[in-house]
Each structure stands twice: as structure tokens, then as C-alpha cells.
């Protein structure tokens, strides 16, 4: 419905203004205003959409009436239809903000109905503008990552939510007080192109810091080099840092005092062994005494005599997972050493009887059940009823080892986290820098030259912000896919589906797709050339077979699309514009086979083993955007149905992908609902 003033004090001007309008407009809803009175009130109910005024008025001048409108409702559009007017007054109503101004004369009045359309039509594209404008905005605050943009000397221009919490302010304006030096582009950096990643002791507003990881670059589409950066806290993680370095430090004390404490021991024990050869009375009680601290040792204390144990404590028996004493004694020594360690066993009672000591070092010893155990082994050389013998002190160090490898693998898997987040960041600014200047630039085009403009160019300015902000919400869509995978979180739903039917469908939609945004590109490049607008919209961009019986199959629609929309989107972006996408599908016994063949870039043999993995690209797209998601999206989906994906690829030649289904997800692969969530 059209809700218009019209404020004319001549009755037939205004039915001849009634008459115009409602052929263009049939839910056409008028208030006629003849009088001071009615506009005062018709203004303070602000129930209309457009004011059509007179010039000359009995009681007032059109003038007047618009610098009235105006200065209550800035945004309606206010049309001027008189025949008393001149030049000099139209040009004062359009600096006054007056929207159009037409001659009152019977060639005019067509006129009306197209100024009208057009004022209302701006009027509600500025809203749409406004509205994507605070969408946009709206998402920027919502990320925990901070945002900003700068002066190369630090002058702070923009800042979202997230931003200003880690600087501790509550506003643009307060942030813009404080002294941000750190945050300058490094002035040995080159500016274009260039991104810098580096971690800063960030200062607050409260006089408190913390440590962020700042990437950022320098813009140079304006007409100042602009600085645009994300900021991210990683004070959990530096804190986490100086504790493991802590626990390892402390760690390692530990190992060097139990170690000392252990070669003191054996040293003592060595010293006692040498007294008690010196007097066999003395040698009695001395090696009661022995045989009482041997006893009560946590660690594993042997003596060996021609490679054969003579002597063990219950530690021992306990170390090698024995029944009783009686398993051990007698028995070769080898018999629990490890194959691996065979010969350094050997080597090192060679030793012994050489009459050198064995310094505390680290072995694997077998128990009796088979299992392999670590230990730090020491020895001595030792008489035994006058025959060269060794004491050996064996401990398990197994607790130790499985301590240190799992503080190793929490290494690991930190570093990796923030190279995961590194790669993260990096790939959204980047993803994200250029749709989000498309949006900027065409909205400022609009807003600065959008009356001057052509329908048409207003038409593609329009549709670069609504492409750029679908690419916006793909990018995030993608990312929280591939967080929900690798968490297990994903939903996998399988229905009966008619395969065959959703591919055609399927290939409809994307060609229509590809068409527009081609058209809209050829449009942009070449808008007064037919010719080149034809060339850049081939007739066939895919083409779809399908053999078999493929309508009765039980798959989750949602993954498959998401699968299938990937990888012919993939192969349209990779091709040249004339090339054709070949997509075939075949169902036979209880799969399905779907092979993807395009005449693109190829994948060079090396990029094809980690091709699925996330945030890997291959090393010959060039300047072809993308996120490396895809891929690792479609194999994730695939894997929900237990299906499989193949690709065989020759670069400048061309790539095939081949995905082979089953045609019952429930039968094939019932195992798939063990780890994934269900609606």
C-alpha cells in the first residue's frame, strides 16, 4: 500500500493527480491537504510515505511546505507539481532537499507516476542499505576476535566490541585517547600487501595488560594507507606456557635429585660391599644388614654371576611380574632384557668384569607376561662367593616415561591449536578483507553518486553487497561446520531421497547461480556491450546422466547438497569460462557412483595427499579465492554416510572426483550414528 499528502489547494489538480497515480498504483491510500490546519496534522501523525505539493499555495508557498517536511522527516520524499514556478525556486527546493520537480502541464503528468516509483524506491533502497549496513556491523561485534582499523601513525578510525574490551574502554571516542603506538605498522615492513603477525604486551585503559596475538596489513584502496587488524588474547595460553615451563623445570629437579640420591646409594652401597670383603666376621653382619636395606628397597636389586641371577630381592620379583623368588634364580639374565637391548647388556658386563661402574641409563626389560617395561638400570662390579659377580639396581620408570610422553603430546597439541588458530585468524581476515571492502565501496558509491546512477549499475552495486555478505555468511557457515566435525557434534539425518531427482535439481540451481553471478560480472565489466555480456554466459556450464535406478535411496539430503554443492562449485571456479562441468551419476547393486569432470587448473601430485585435510590449498590457485574448507567439509559428510572419495587429476588437463555411496545409510553404515548427534 502507497500512503500519500497531496497538498494542492485546486480541486481539479488534484483529481487529475488522484486519476495519474491510481493507474500506477491501485492500493493507493491519499489525504488531501487544503488548509494550515490539515497539514499540521497530517504532519504530526507522519502516516504517509511520500508529500506531493503545489508551489503556489493560498495560505502558504511549496517551499515552505518541504523545509516543513524536511525538518520533521528527513528521509520522506517530498515532489513538487506546480505551474507557478521558476528556476530559480527549483534549484533553491533541491538544495533544500526536494526529491523531484515537475511542470504542471497535460505532457507532465505521466511524468508523476515515474517520480513518484522513484522516490519511493530510493527511499526504501537507503533502508535496505541501512539495514545490511547494521547487520554487518552487528556480526562484527559479535566476534571474540578484535577489529580495528588506523592511520599508519596509530590514529585509531574503527574499533568493534570486541576491541574495545580489550582495551577496558566503553567507546570509539575513549579509545581514541590512548596511546596506541604498539599497535603501528613496523615501519621496516613494506605497506601493500604485506600482513604482520606478532605477539604484543598490549597496555589497557585501567593500567592493566595482557598479551595478544595482533595480525595486521596495510590498505592502500583509500586514499590514505589505512591499517586493518585483528587482535586475539592469548594471555591463557602464555600463562599456560610459563606453567608448563615451571612443571618441566621442576620436573627435571626432581629427576636430577632422585638420580643423586640414587648414585649416593649405590656409592654407599659399593663402599659397604668393599669393608665386608676385609674381615669375614665383619662380612656376616654386614651382609645382614644388606640384605635387610635390599629388602625394603622400592627399587629392583639383583646380583648376577655368570650372567645368571644369584641373589634378588622381592622388588625384583615384583619388577618382572614373577610368582616367587624361585622363577628368577638360575635363570639367564637375557631372559628379561629386551632383543633391542641384548647386546648393550652384553657390552656392559663386559664392563663389569673390566671392574667399571655402569652409570644410572635408560633400557627396556621384558616381564613374564610379554609386556615391555621402561627402567633405569646402574651397576656395579661385585664378588660373589669368589667369583666375579655385579650388583645391578633396576627402577621402573614406565610412570615416568608415560608422564613425559604425555606432557609431550600436550606440546603437540598446543602447538598445533594455535597454529589452528594462527591459520584460523589469518584465513578469515584475509577471507574476509575483500568482500567486506566490495560491501564499503558500493555502498558509498550508492550513497554518494546513487541519484546520478543508472537503475541498472544501482541493480549490480546492489548485488555485489548481497554477494559479498552471502560469501560472509558462507565463510562462517564453513568454519562452525568444520568445528561441529571435529567435535562430533554434526547431525546426521538419512531419509528416503530420490538421488537421481535432487541432482537434477541440484545442477539447476547451481547453473542458475553461476549464471547470474557471471552476468552480473560481464555486466559490471562491459555494461554497454552485448557481445561480451553473450560470451561470458555459455550455454551449457554443466552437464547431467544418470543411469540405473537411482529414486529410491535413504541419505541425509542436508550433508549430500552440502557434498555436491562443494565440489561443482569447485569445479566451475577452477575451469575457464567456456569449459563445460561433466556430472554423471550411476546407481548399481547397492551404490551409488557420482563422478565430477572438469577441463580446469588440475592438482598438482604433491598437494594430493593432504587435499582433504582443512585449510590446505593446493600451491597452483594463484589468485583464486578460497578457504581450503571444502574439500575437508565434503570428506567429513561422506564419511557420516560411509562412502568414499576419490580424485585423479592432471594439472592444466583437468580433475576428476568420484564419490561412490551406499544406497541405504542405515545398512551400510550403522556404526555412523555412534558418534555423531541425531535430530
Sequence with gaps: MCRLVIIDDNPEDRILILRELSREFPNLQVEEIIDTEGLNQALSTSNFDLVITDYQ????????????????????????????????????????????????????????????????????????????????????????VGVFRSTSDGYLLEGNAAFLRLLAVSSLQEAQTLDLQELVWQADVELQGSVSEREVQ????????????????????????????????????????????????????????????????????????????????????????????????????????????????SATVKLYGATNREDLLGKSVFDVVHPDYQEL????????????????????????????????????????????????????????????????????????????????????????????????????????????????????????????????????????????????????????LNLEQFCQELVEEIRSASQNQRRVSASTEAPDNQASLERAMPGELITFTSRGNCTNTCLDERLIRQSLTNLLSNAIKYSPQESTVRFALECKESVAVLSIQDEGIGIPAEDLPKLFESFHRASNVGTIPGTGLGLAIVKKCLDLHGGQI????????????????????????????????HD
Excluded at 633396576?394 to 610412570?399: A, H, P, T, V
Excluded at 557457515?477 to 528416503?496: C, E, K, T, Y
Design 57 to 144: 499555495l493560498r495560505w502558504n508557498d511549496g517551499l515552505s511546505v518541504l523545509k516543513d517536511v524536511k525538518s520533521r522527516y528527513s528521509d520522506c520524499p517530498v515532489i513538487m507539481f506546480t505551474d507557478s514556478g521558476n528556476q530559480e525556486i527549483a534549484v533553491e527546493a533541491m538544495k533544500t532537499g526536494l526529491d523531484d520537480y515537475i511542470i504542471k502541464s497535460p505532457k507532465h503528468y505521466i511524468r508523476l507516476s515515474v517520480a513518484v516509483r522513484a522516490a519511493l524506491e530510493r527511499v526504501e533502497f537507503k533502508r535496505k542499505t541501512e539495514r545490511l549496513e547494521m547487520r554487518l556491523q552487528t556480526l562484527l561485534n559479535r566476534l571474540n
Design 202 to 313: 598490549l597496555r589497557r585503559a585501567d593500567g592493566s595488560s595482557l598479551w595478544v596475538l595482533l595480525n595486521q596489513t596495510i590498505s592502500t584502496t583509500e586514499a590514505e594507507p589505512v591499517l586493518e587488524g585483528l587482535i586475539e588474547d592469548i594471555s591463557d595460553r602464555k600463562r599456560a606456557e610459563e606453567t608448563l615451563q615451571r612443571a618441566n623445570e621442576e620436573l627435571e629437579r626432581r629427576v636430577a635429585e632422585r638420580t643423586q640420591e640414587l648414585r649416593q646409594a649405590n656409592e654407599q652401597l659399593l663402599k659397604e660391599i668393599r669393608e665386608r670383603e676385609q674381615a669375614q666376621e665383619v662380612l656376616r653382619e654386614s651382609e645382614e644388614r644388606y640384605r635387610q636395606l635390599v629388602e625394603l628397597s622400592p627399587d629392583a636389586i639383583f646380583i648376577q654371576c655368570d650372567e645368571q641371577f644369584v641373589f634378588i630381592n
Design 345 to 496: 647388556v652384553k657390552e656392559q658386563i663386559r664392563e663389569l668384569r673390566e671392574g667399571q661402574l655402569i652409570e644410572l641409563r635408560e633400557q627396556k626389560a621384558v616381564r613374564f607376561d610379554g609386556t615391555v617395561i621402561d627402567v633405569e638400570v646402574a651397576a656395579a662390579p661385585f664378588t660373589y662367593q669368589e667369583k666375579p659377580a655385579a650388583q645391578v639396581v633396576i627402577r621402573d620408570i614406565s610412570d615416568r616415561k608415560k608422564a613425559e610422553a604425555e606432557l609431550r603430546k600436550a606440546l603437540e597439541t598446543e602447538r598445533e591449536l594455535s597454529s589452528l588458530k594462527s591459520r584460523i585468524i589469518t584465513t578469515i581476515s584475509h577471507e574476509y578483507r575483500t568482500p567486506l571492502t566490495t560491501i564499503l565501496s558500493s555502498a558509498e558509491l550508492l550513497e554518494s553518486y546513487g541519484d546520478n546512477l543508472k537503475q541498472e549499475r544501482k541493480l549490480i552495486h546492489l548485488r555485489r553487497i548481497q554477494n559479498s555478505s552471502k560469501h560472509l555468511a558462507d565463510l562462517v557457515s564453513d568454519v562452525l561446520f568444520i568445528g561441529q566435525a571435529d567435535a562430533d557434534r554434526l547431525r546426521f539425518n538419512p531419509a528416503p
Design 646 to 677: 576419490t580424485v585423479e587429476s592432471v594439472v592444466g588437463v583437468g580433475t576428476t572426483f568420484i564419490v561412490t555411496l551406499p544406497l541405504n545409510s542405515f545398512v551400510s553404515n550403522p556404526d555412523a550414528f555412534g558418534d555423531v548427534a
